[in-house]
């Protein structure tokens, strides 16, 4: 493989285009809603769409949610042998609400059937990883490290406010760290972007720090260089799972061996493409989206784009849609 990633797969519920969230006792109606895989299955399509051989190792559950998710991501060329199925589990399901640019989201879910090493099927040999820190040490980062395998790490928001400067020991193992302005900033106890930037060079051969609209900002540890790379303007539908996209843009510039600046560049153009649609695994763009932008947009900070886009047929890119009851046609 070219990528393993592992962690939970949600069935994503997205209603896009609200004028505001109710308040208690009100109906809000929605003009647009979508049904995607969501979750780490929304880094594992996208970097699948841009042609990597990626690999997923998570817990379904046998519930119509589960069997949906699962026929979506073979559809989308994702290798589900590192996955397993369990009968006496529930899917879990998160609910977005877009709305002024940007989202809320309310998630349900038990803990996923995992083996010791935080895994629940056996470890591929892969060239690349992406994990989601937890707080927790998951062995199988540091087998996978050790065999060679370059672990590109992100991180959730942490909702009990504490912000353990611990969890950042984790990244011992990691090639990589890539996480978003905010949780950066509350990590490391910085108050900008960029001094965050910095103090996670100490830590990691290789930081990344996402600012949304502003861009996106990059150090390398072993030369001290920094790239910082400005955001694509898009009129945005959802921002659902942009992050995820950003982190699988960024993940396969690197294999291809782009320098820092092109692979930030990049990242933050899929991340983009992706924001005009519904969802977060079915919004990541394939390659005749990229090369639609590109004929469009020949922008002299893109010209490296001529060399990766593929020649023939691009087909067009399968989005969500409203209902999960009919099984996925051919995309």
């Known amino acids: 493989m070219d990528l393993f990633v592992s962690g939970d797969v949600y069935l994503d519920i997205v209603f896009t285009g609200l004028r505001r969230l109710p308040r208690p006792g009100e109906e809000t109606w929605a003009p647009g809603?979508?049904?995607?895989?969501?979750?780490?299955?929304?880094?594992a399509v996208a970097a699948a769409r841009l042609g990597l051989r990626t690999g997923l190792g998570a817990a379904f559950s046998t519930d119509a949610y589960g069997e949906f998710c699962r026929d979506v991501l073979r559809e989308q060329?994702?290798?589900?042998?590192?996955?397993?199925?369990?009968?006496?589990?529930?899917?879990?399901?998160?609910?977005?609400?877009?709305?002024?640019r940007d989202r809320s989201m309310?998630?349900?879910?038990?803990?996923?059937?995992?083996?010791?090493?935080?895994?629940?099927?056996?470890?591929?040999?892969?060239?690349?990883?992406?994990?989601?820190?937890?707080?927790?040490?998951?062995?199988w980062v540091r087998r996978a490290a050790r065999a060679g395998t370059l672990v590109f790490a992100n991180v959730g928001w942490d909702d009990t406010a504490a912000w353990p400067a611990a969890a950042l020991d984790l990244l011992e193992d990691c090639h990589a760290f890539l996480p978003n302005a905010g949780e950066a900033m509350h990590y490391t106890r910085t108050?900008?972007?960029?001094?965050?930037?910095?103090?996670?060079?100490?830590?990691?051969?290789l930081a990344v720090?996402?600012?949304?609209?502003?861009?996106?900002l990059a150090i390398d540890a072993s030369t001290g260089e920094i790239v910082a790379a400005p955001a694509v303007?898009?009129?945005?539908?959802?921002?659902?799972?942009?992050?995820?996209v950003f982190n699988a843009g960024f993940i396969a510039a690197t294999l291809w061996q782009r320098p820092l600046r092109e692979r930030l560049a990049f990242a933050n153009l899929v991340a983009a493409l992706s924001v005009r649609h519904f969802?977060?695994?079915?919004?990541?763009?394939?390659?005749?989206?990229?090369?639609?932008?590109?004929a469009a947009t020949r922008e002299e900070a893109y010209d490296f784009l001529d060399e990766l886009i593929p020649s023939g047929d691009l087909?067009?890119?399968?989005r969500a849609r409203a209902t999960i009851a009919r099984l996925p046609d051919a995309a």
């Open 209 to 216: 720090v996402t600012c949304g609209a502003q861009g996106a």
């Open 233 to 244: 303007p898009v009129e945005a539908l959802d921002p659902t799972g942009a992050g995820d």
């Open 315 to 318: 087909s067009r890119t399968r």
């Open 106 to 139: 309310i998630s349900h879910a038990h803990p996923a059937p995992a083996g010791p090493d935080g895994l629940v099927g056996e470890l591929p040999a892969a060239t690349a990883a992406a994990v989601s820190l937890t707080g927790e040490r998951l062995p």
């Open 279 to 294: 969802g977060g695994s079915l919004s990541a763009p394939g390659w005749g989206d990229i090369a639609a932008w590109r």
């Open 77 to 100: 060329g994702v290798d589900l042998g590192p996955s397993r199925s369990f009968e006496d589990w529930h899917s879990p399901v998160t609910v977005s609400l877009a709305y002024e």
């Open 33 to 43: 809603m979508g049904s995607s895989p969501g979750g780490i299955a929304n880094l």
């Open 191 to 205: 108050d900008t972007p960029r001094a965050a930037l910095r103090r996670l060079a100490d830590r990691v051969p």
